[in-house]
């Protein structure tokens, strides 16, 4: 039996909510073209981004711990693959479209640059008189121009929905302004858009809190006055001794399915109690209706905090993002200083989109081990340019 685009738009309009975007009511693509037989719009979309140049850069660029300091720790590459499960994850309960969730969710981090959050505060500041640095667009410059993949177009010519949900992507580590050109500021992100925005921040939360007992930044111990970690060692049934491996991961598997399962009755109750009759009804309210429960929201602030000051403050942590600084910034000034220094694809670009934009997309698009490499060519008299 063969399923056509046809019969899996007609499905998607017969399971469904209300509320939820529908890849055959798309606002459509830049670029007009014919849509495959076998797949919806969306789809495309998520197998377009699968494909990219960027996605598989992501396996190393830093999440936390650069690349090359343990092979167990998150990477940029695996933290997208666990927001993608997270988000599918929500959509299915919620009657949003999973496709269209999963293709945000595996596109939403494609403009980040090396050394994780640290490489994007020292681009912005480097960029500061020349349009500034934010990942969100970013993302968006690459699906849309960066990525040369079609003759007839440049970038990757992604529904409108998907484009959207990239630029208006916003959580507590990343608040996108949303003014990206093309879309209309007052809306807010589509219900798809703010499930993936969520499935990231309970994504950074759990897999951070694992990666910090891993490399023994903070202890079980340093935990024991956070209220989350209590709800989690009764959940489990744990005496709080022997802190082993096996613990670890019962205990961060507990938290997501919490932290999933709050996710899904505090946003269905607002749902059910709005009883939004369209996509638009969602997105022309004043606020976010994905949410965690009060007491939930409560844990989470006290986890972030204790996380910032223990685990991101970490003097570890802090030594890497100040080389990461030096790195990018030394090699962000050389280049400015003698663009002669930088391959011809990116000297063209230079000439196409200024000189500081050319210079800072190639920075963006680098993985740490590149980056690392590159600031041995440029300055280490013994390595071979």
């Known amino acids: 039996m063969l399923i056509t685009r046809e019969q899996l738009e007609a499905l998607e309009r017969s399971t469904l909510a209300p509320y939820a ?4 009511e798309s606002k459509g693509r830049e670029y007009p073209e014919e849509e495959p037989e076998f797949r919806t719009a969306f789809q495309r979309d998520r197998d377009r981004i699968l494909h990219t140049t960027a996605f598989r850069r992501l396996e190393y660029k830093t999440q936390v711990f650069v690349n090359y300091e343990g092979d167990y720790y998150r990477t940029r590459l695996t933290h997208t693959l666990e927001v993608t499960q997270i988000g599918r994850s929500l959509a299915r309960a919620l009657g949003a479209n999973e496709d269209l969730v999963e293709a945000i969710c595996l596109g939403h981090d ?16 480097l960029m500061a008189d020349h349009g500034g640095f934010d990942h969100n667009k970013q993302s968006l410059r690459i699906v849309t121009k960066l990525e040369s993949r079609y003759p007839n177009w440049p970038g990757l010519n992604l529904t409108y929905e998907l484009r959207e949900g990239i ?18 500021p ?13 499935a990231d921040e309970l994504a950074y939360n759990a897999h951070d809190l694992d990666d910090g007992l891993r490399s023994e930044l903070i202890t079980a111990d340093q935990l024991d006055g956070l209220g989350i970690w209590q709800l989690l060692k009764e959940s489990i049934g744990w005496d709080g001794r022997e802190f082993s491996e096996q613990i670890r991961h019962r205990m961060i598997r507990r938290m997501l399915g919490i932290e999933i399962d709050d996710v899904i009755k505090a946003t269905g109750a ?5 009883k939004p009759a369209s996509p638009q009804a969602i997105q022309q309210l004043p606020y976010n209706v994905v949410r965690h429960s009060d007491e939930l929201t409560r844990l989470n602030a006290e986890l972030k905090a204790f996380l910032y000051q223990q685990m991101y403050r970490h003097h570890r942590v802090v030594r890497m993002a100040v080389k990461a600084e030096r790195f990018i910034t030394q090699i962000f000034e050389t280049y400015i200083k003698e663009p002669r220094q930088l391959p011809p694809s990116v000297q063209q670009a ?6 500081h934009r050319a210079v800072t997309d190639y920075i963006a698009g680098m993985t740490d081990r590149y980056a690392l490499q590159e600031w041995q060519r440029l300055f280490d008299p013994f390595t071979r340019t």
Do not use: M
């Open 21 to 24: 975007l529908l890849s055959g």
């Open 110 to 125: 494609l403009g980040h640059p090396p050394f994780g959050h640290s490489g994007e505060a020292i681009l912005n500041k």
């Open 167 to 184: 630029v208006k992507h916003e959580t507590q580590y990343d608040l996108s302004d949303s003014r990206a050109e093309g879309f209309d």
């Open 186 to 198: 007052t809306l807010r992100a589509s219900l798809e858009a703010q499930i993936a925005n969520v």
């Open 270 to 274: 607002v749902l059910e109690e709005l």
């Open 350 to 355: 230079a000439e196409e989109r200024g000189l």
